[in-house]
Nanobody, 125 residues
Framework: QVQLVESGGGLVQPRDSLRLSCAAS????????MAWFRQAPGKEREFVAA????????SYQDSVRGRFTISRDNAKNTVYLQMNSLKAEDTGVYCC??????????????????WGQGTQVTVSS
């Protein structure tokens, strides 16, 4: 099982950029597919992006495709979410999650066995 710790959140203005990081402990990180989810106040948690274990295939929610990029560095046990052209509706707590099926780009939280505590992203002018 991996343990996950997110960082990089903050308060930014619309059209700004942020890069989130998720550091994982454990030797098996490179076998997990990874994802980012977010939850806005009063809303359900939603899928943002996912990447397979080998890092060559990704998947995005329609509202972030073209603005966000998920990537990973297995040598550093870290997954990233580069967020550009941020909008107010991107505000929320962003959590990374690990799926033991390294070939799966799942969008449902139930497929993920490990979660970080989350990092707050606030986009406001």
């Amino acid at each position: 099982q991996v343990q996950l710790v997110e960082s990089g959140g903050g308060l930014v203005q619309p059209r700004d950029s942020l890069r989130l990081s998720c550091a994982a402990s454990g030797r098996t990180f490179s076998t997990y597919s990874m994802a980012w989810f977010r939850q806005a106040p009063g809303k359900e948690r939603e899928f943002v992006a996912a990447i397979i274990a080998r890092g060559i295939i990704t998947s995005y929610q329609d509202s972030v495709r073209g603005r966000f990029t998920i990537s990973r560095d297995n040598a550093k046990n870290t997954v990233y979410l580069q967020m550009n052209s941020l909008k107010a509706e991107d505000t929320g707590v962003y959590c990374c999650a690990a799926n033991p099926d390294g070939s799966q780009l799942a969008r449902l939280p139930t497929y993920y066995s490990a979660w970080g505590q989350g990092t707050q992203v606030t986009v406001s002018s």
